[in-house]
């Protein structure tokens, strides 16, 4: 696969990532959510931090919140810059269109996500009791690399009481799958998938 091709898929991948975050933002105010079926709504959350809104400042007290964003924001950017270069190094050697499409999507779930980091802090309003506005005359939430991760693919499949007879965790109320994201996490899910599941094929050729 070609450098052309992978950053067709890497923009088509951007364009729908921006578009849904900035939909939801300028349309649901925080923690509002929609019901489309049982098992899937649009919830919309945003994130501060990695996965699951864990952040550095969880794991030691010697880094404060702000100081922890902002060093997450710049990981992200350093970590999309490098596989932005692996990228181009593995179209280069002409390497499996397998590998190449998960590089591809893997950096276009990433940058979707720093985008959010970097500008949304600026570009909007806080979300809190109501609907945020686009460039707000008193400004944005937050300051550049300050922004939060809009998130809102919500799959609640299945919740309920786990079978008494499982060990630890029998009778305890458990539902899944609770965690809120967004394509930009899908992508980036998808692409790792793919390097795990297609690693020989992927990286044999």
Partial sequence: M????????IVLILLIDQISKIYIKTHFALHDDVTVFSWFKIS????????????LSDFTTLISDKSAKLILTL???????????WLIDVTKK????????????????????IIDSVFYGVLFSDSQ?????FLPEEGGY??????????????PIWSGALPEWLPFFGGKSFSFFDPVFNI?????????????????KAFNA
């Fill in 2 to 9: 070609s450098l052309k091709k992978a950053s067709l898929i």
């Fill in 44 to 55: 919309f959350i945003e994130n501060d931090g990695m996965a699951w809104g864990t952040k």
């Fill in 75 to 85: 990981f992200r950017i350093v970590a999309v810059t490098g596989i932005a270069f």
């Fill in 94 to 113: 002409k390497k499996s269109k397998t590998l190449v499409f998960a590089i591809a999507i893997i950096f276009a779930g990433a940058l979707g996500n």
């Fill in 129 to 133: 009791m109501q609907v945020a506005t």
């Fill in 142 to 155: 937050a300051g550049i690399f300050y922004g939060n991760v809009v998130d809102m693919l919500h799959f």
């Fill in 184 to 200: 930009a996490d899908m992508a980036i899910s998808t692409g790792i998938g793919i390097l795990i599941v297609f690693n020989k």
